[in-house]
C-alpha cells in the first residue's frame, strides 16, 4: 500500500514543514495521528533530513498553489 498516495495535500504540506522546522519524526507522527515509518516516506521524498531541501519543497508547493489563483483574478 502506498501511504503518501492516500495522504491529502495539506497534510503532506504540513508533515514537511514541521520536518522543515525540525521537529522529530516521532513528534510530526503523534501530532498528524500517522505511524513513524509513514511519516519518515513523506519526508524522505521531500528531501528528508536535509531542512533546507524541505523548505523549497514547502515554498514550490505554496507556489504552485498561487498561480493557477492569480491567473483566476487576472482574467
Do not use: C
Amino acid at each position: 500500500m502506498n501511504t503518501t498516495a492516500t495522504v491529502d495535500t495539506a497534510t503532506t504540506t504540513m508533515i514537511v514543514t514541521m520536518l522543515a522546522e525540525g521537529s522529530p519524526v516521532w513528534f510530526v507522527a503523534g501530532m498528524v495521528k500517522m505511524r513513524n515509518h509513514d511519516v519518515y516516506l513523506i519526508g524522505r521524498a521531500a528531501g528528508y533530513p536535509d531542512k533546507a531541501q524541505l523548505r523549497r519543497a514547502v515554498w514550490a508547493q505554496q507556489n504552485r498553489t498561487r498561480v493557477p489563483q492569480a491567473h483566476a483574478q487576472a482574467a
